[in-house]
């Protein structure tokens, strides 16, 4: 398996595992898939890959601005998604290795993710990673009418800006 930057020609593919992601009720707030010029505009230009073998695409992983006032420049939220068939084999471990080093090189100093209590799995692995909790946003959005929670994980840079 290797892990590359993504290009806007595997968008059909991210697409498909994104909506995976979704029908799954607690990966994301998201209820539809976005066009890729909507995805693009969303997500930083740095830190975007895909995991991938044979040439199928595994999973992915993204990183997102967390606000546009530049004192945030150096905070991404962070997105990985994993194709229903690809889970359990360690594709969110390796995607989440290399974003946390690409996340580095581009000069961020925090990466974050909200994740749904019920998503034990990005829990487990941002754990893994060495995310810290740092919270939970009660009734923080609404999916299909259902109030939902929000976990907060956040980890520092060593490397970059927190000298």
Known sequence: M????????DWENVSKIYLEGIATGFATFEAKVPSYEQWDKAHTE?????????????GWAALSPVSSRCVYGGV???????ADKSRGMGVGKLL?????????????WTIQSGIFPE???????????????????????KIHGVW??????EKRSNKVGMN
């Open 2 to 9: 290797v892990v590359r930057n993504m290009k806007p020609s």
């Open 46 to 58: 740095h830190c975007r890959l895909v995991a991938e073998k044979d040439g199928e695409i595994m």
């Open 76 to 82: 991404g939220e962070v997105s990985v998604y994993i």
């Open 96 to 108: 989440m290795q290399h974003l946390i080093e690409e996340s580095e090189k581009a000069g961020f």
């Open 119 to 141: 998503n034990t799995a990005s829990i487990k692995l941002h754990k893994k990673a060495g995310f810290r909790y740092i919270g939970k946003r009660e009734r923080v959005g």
């Open 148 to 153: 939902k929670d929000n976990l907060l994980f």
